[in-house]
């Protein structure tokens, strides 16, 4: 296949420093907006996927997962969600999110629904592979791996649980590598903006798995160590925290990620662990645990499929990336200085309660929001120790140049801290995807290099 570059003049990063995981199980829910026959009738009539029904840019909505109920907002395009009316769109909005709107100003301006799909090369993949895909019981056990038989592609097709969401939320579809430039901002409800910081970070998000670019599926060199991804990141601004950054890279096995980071003041590598359960990602409001909506493995959570319904998510947000966008992405200038200014649409949601096999895990639960055709999360509520709602995330996504060849581009993210009223924004200077890095660059030696 032939590979091109293009700038996805959309997404933000950060949040996608990692990789992805999940794990658990749990029936679904259906939506109460309709009657127990109305929902019986739409479940016998829409497609069912089974091994051999082959899924197609025109069927990928309705086989990888559902359609959603757009009954109701026909006329939806062009109005705000907002502080005044949101309860008429409640049972469209999660709790968090309409705590943005009715405490904080956020306003949502919708657009219509638009359907999404992979690239061309996952779709193949996905027909080729997901009936082979099996998951295995690991029980309490964190480190044991929990699926086999899977090679590219979609796992699970129209999951039938919430296990196998948060599997296809591990291995949906990115790109097999990527390369971006964004910008970090501190921002307190009471004082503002309060320090920003620029970053870039480059990855191969599939050294194995792949789908898009050759050698598929996987890059031997990597499949031999037993790696399925590897990154580096490092700052470019200020003055002071220039060059400071990383390379890690993801074992197949759910393992912690392990890697270096280079100190320019001390012109050291240092040896890390990265994603320490509690540790935040660059003093900011976001945890590792938190990168890309959830930087962890499957196997260290249990998953329950709470609902499986329509909500509104930001997937086509129409945002414009580059540093003279950024307050026209966010807010900066009117309390809270952090809302972001995002089209949003009906989106089709798998919604899952997430809570921790460890012990020392810093959330008692997480409820995401997980898009029914791309698997991406586009938006996450976190409780604390004592169930109290802790932090929200949004991740806005723009849409693909060319969705045959390109993944969805993030648009900008955002990490809101309620309880102390502090949040991290992450504006998107630009985004490439599929553009065959080299992956001998991700190493030491590239790695004392940026940093000098």
């Known amino acids: ?23 658990g199980t749990g029936a679904a829910t259906v939506d109460d907006s309709q009657s127990p026959k109305e ?27 559902f359609k959603p109920d757009l009954s109701g907002l026909d006329d939806i395009s062009g109005k705000k969600v907002k502080k005044g009316n949101s309860n008429q769109y409640s049972k469209y909005l999660a709790k968090g999110l309409k705590l943005l709107i009715d405490k904080y100003n956020l306003k949502l301006k919708m657009r219509d629904y638009e359907p999404l799909h992979p690239s061309l090369g996952y779709i193949a993949a996905t027909n080729k592979y997901a009936g082979k895909v099996q998951l295995i019981n690991t029980g309490n056990d964190v480190r044991k791996r929990g699926i086999k038989n899977y090679t590219a592609g979609l796992p699970f097709p129209q999951p039938k649980n919430g296990l196998e969401v948060g599997w296809n939320y591990q291995y949906s579809y990115n790109g097999d590598d990527g390369d ?16 920003t910081e620029e970053w870039r ?25 037993g790696i399925q991804y590897t990154s580096f990141t490092y700052a470019l601004s200020p003055y002071d ?15 912690d990620q392990q890697g270096h980071i280079y100190v320019p003041a ?10 320490t359960r509690g540790d935040t990602w660059n003093s900011t409001d976001l945890l590792y645990e938190d990168v890309r909506g959830y930087m962890g493995y499957p196997e260290w959570m249990n998953w329950k499929l709470i609902d499986k319904a329509t909500k509104f998510g930001p997937m086509h947000a129409g945002v414009k990336l580059g540093k003279k966008y ?21 989106r089709p949601t798998y919604v899952v309660e997430v809570t921790p096999k460890l012990s020392d895990y810093p959330y008692s639960k997480q409820i995401m929001y997980i898009d029914a055709e791309s698997y991406l999360i586009y938006y996450k509520e976190t409780y604390d120790r004592k169930g109290e709602l802790w932090k929200v995330l949004v991740n806005g996504f723009n849409e693909s140049e060319d969705q045959e060849e390109y993944p969805p581009a993030y648009a900008c993210a955002l990490v809101v801290d309620v309880q102390s009223e502090h949040a991290t924004t992450f504006p998107i200077y630009s985004i490439k995807a599929n553009t065959n890095l080299n992956p001998n660059d991700f190493t030491l ?3 004392r290099k940026r940093g000098r």
Do not use: C
């Not at 069912?48 to 069927?59: A, E, S």
């Not at 971006?180 to 320090?195: K, L, N, P």
């Not at 001390?266 to 994603?275: A, C, P």
């Open 201 to 225: 970070w480059a990855f191969i998000i599939r050294t194995i798995n792949r789908t898009d670019i050759e050698p598929m599926p996987a890059i031997d060199s990597f499949l031999k160590k």
């Open 445 to 447: 030696s590239t790695l």
């Open 180 to 195: 971006t430039y964004y910008a970090v901002q501190w921002i307190s409800a009471s004082r503002g903006v309060e320090h």
């Open 39 to 65: 929902n019986k009738a739409a479940a016998k009539s829409a497609p069912k996927w089974k091994p051999g029904v082959k899924l197609t840019t025109d069927n990928w909505s309705e086989l990888a997962g």
């Open 1 to 23: 296949m032939r590979v091109k570059s293009v700038s996805l003049l959309t997404g933000p990063v950060l949040l996608t420093i990692a990789l992805l995981a999940w794990a």
């Open 241 to 255: 925290k220039k060059g400071f950054g990383a390379v890690y890279s993801r074992s197949i096995n759910p393992l």
């Open 326 to 346: 950024v307050k026209k992405t966010f807010e900066n200038d009117k309390w809270p200085h952090w809302n972001p200014k995002l089209k949003w649409e009906p």
């Open 266 to 275: 001390m012109r050291r590598v240092l040896r890390n662990t990265f994603g």
